[in-house]
């Protein structure tokens, strides 16, 4: 495996592959890999020849006052994971690579309608951050392929608007959530739990299921699931940002005979615990 902290080197190397008519996949990360993460690398595999990817914490997309500093970074740990998954090359840059002039007036990408609205409401920037990232990435490496994982689903949404408004030639393919086998969705965050915390930490999936039965069965009831929702993560001692049902393409209020969203952020101690489960509403 190639570890590429330069930006050259990484268009350089990608140039041969893509020379020889080889297909390039992306799977964009902040490094503290995970068996979700591993998930994604395993889709893009089996849809391209060669496989990039990036371990970089950007700031731009931490609000002020989040954990940016203490961000887990496990650089070594992630090295052999991917080594052992076959993967070609990591891309490993310095934020001076990334943000040679700092992330304070560089140009950036923004996506209106998807972002201020659930977490965006929550994280200042954050979808900002995240859109510029990905719109760097895509540049730098002109991936044919590039892998998300739907456990962050607003996020999955804001890309694939971003690669379309922007006339990216990517395929962007979506993964399902890796859990625990407790339901808990896996997440670097996860580490922040303490063990009691962590007992309690599948009450968000649970939730999340209770609701979409539910949904699934007819209850239309919209408002009223989602504040039972909340109640429960409440009773089981998070603080929920939200608990919404949406329509699972625009986000916006769920439709009956549509495929909706049930979503949900909340706090767990210092963990700010996201996840999401789709589910068809009958007609
Ligand atoms: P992160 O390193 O948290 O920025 O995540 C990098 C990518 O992995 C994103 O596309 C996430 O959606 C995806 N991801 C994170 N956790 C999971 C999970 N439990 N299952 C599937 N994909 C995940």
Known sequence: ?????????LRTR???????????????????LHDGHMSLVRVARANADRVVVSVFVNPMQFAPGEDYESYPRTEQ?????????????????????????????????EVPGLSEILCGSFRDGH?????????????????????FGEKDYQQLLVIRRLAHDLCFPVEVISAPTHREPDGLAMSSRNRYLDPHERAAAPALFQALRQTAAALAIGVGEFEQLASQGAAMLESAGMRPD????????TLGDPLPGRDCVVMAA??????????????????
């Open 1 to 9: 495996m190639f570890v590429v902290p330069d930006v050259n080197d």
């Open 77 to 109: 740990d992630d090295r052999d994971r991917l080594v052992d998954e076959g993967v070609d090359a990591l891309f490993l840059p310095a934020t001076e690579e990334i943000y040679p002039g700092g992330t304070g007036s560089v140009t950036y990408v």
């Open 127 to 147: 979808f900002r951050g995240v859109a510029t990232i990905v719109t760097k990435l895509f540049n730098l490496v002109g991936p044919d392929v590039a892998v």
């Open 266 to 283: 909340a706090w767990l101690g210092r963990a700010r615990l996201i996840d999401n489960l789709r589910v068809t509403v009958p007609g």
């Open 14 to 32: 990608i140039a041969r592959w893509k020379a020889t008519g080889e297909r390039v996949a992306l799977v964009p990360t902040m490094g503290n």
């Open 242 to 249: 939200y608990f919404e049902i949406r329509d699972a393409e």
